[in-house]
């Protein structure tokens, strides 16, 4: 079975500056996987890369074992890969059930999109009680619930997280994960995490990569990591 997305010797940077160094993971069907390193890894860049938010100056794409050409943002959306960026991803000037529309514009099952803002209305209540309210007003933690509704409304098969928990508070963000692991178990959708709260990454993990200075340092099961002793005192802090 071919990995619903695959990146081999990835090459990306911001003008002259190369920051992903030959860079290759994978994302099998139904799994989830996190991506650990430090402050300036280039993990952000890495999804924005794999989203087609990034041209890539070297290296390839791969959707279920086929290359991608003119990996765009839309184009990878086609494909069932969505990005939840870092900062929310939510337009703050709409509503929020104008969010969720927009996050199925490119849908064709236009009959279904009520059915699935429900469904996301019902994982997230306090997005139902606010969904008149316009995003921008929202709590942090809220933002964050439809980023990820929002992310979900396209009917991703891999979705991307880029730092979910970053700002909000431990109950928001323990809510947020557990919803995570329910949206990978029920749907099937895989999971490709950047996230500063490794613990509870690494929970619902089952594979890891570690990304030092552009490229990858280390690649192994969760397990294997949570079992390392320099892991656990540089990401889980005991």
């Given amino acids: 079975m071919s990995a619903v997305l695959e990146a081999r010797d990835l090459v990306a940077g911001y003008g002259g ?60 959306l086609a494909k069932g890969v969505s990005l939840v ?30 059915t699935d803002i429900d469904r996301w209305f019902t994982v997230f209540p306090r997005l139902a009680e606010r969904r008149d309210q316009v995003a921008g007003t929202l709590s942090g933690g809220e933002q964050q619930m439809l980023a990820v509704a929002r992310a979900m409304m396209s009917r991703p098969r891999l979705l991307l997280c880029d730092e979910i928990s970053l700002g909000l508070a431990p109950v928001v963000v323990q809510e947020l994960f557990v919803t995570l692991a329910e949206v990978n178990r029920e749907l099937g959708t895989a999971l490709l995490l950047v996230e500063q709260n ?12 570690l990304l030092e200075v552009g490229e990858v340092g280390a690649s192994g099961s969760a397990e294997s990591f949570r079992d390392d002793n320099s892991i656990r005192a540089a990401y889980l802090g005991y």
């Fill in 198 to 209: 490794a613990e509870l990454a690494l929970e619902i993990a089952s594979r890891v990569y």
């Fill in 85 to 114: 960026p870092q900062g929310r991803g939510t337009l703050t000037g709409l509503s929020v059930m104008d969010n969720l529309r927009l996050g199925a514009v490119t849908r064709k099952d236009k009959a279904e999109v009520g």
């Fill in 17 to 76: 500056l190369t920051v992903l160094r030959e860079v290759s993971v994978s994302v099998d069907p139904s799994e989830v996987v996190v991506v650990l390193g430090a402050n300036g890894a280039g993990k952000s860049t890495l999804l924005s890369a794999l989203s087609g938010q990034l041209p890539l100056t070297g290296g390839q794409l791969l959707v279920d074992g086929t290359p991608v050409r003119n990996a765009r943002p839309d184009v990878m």
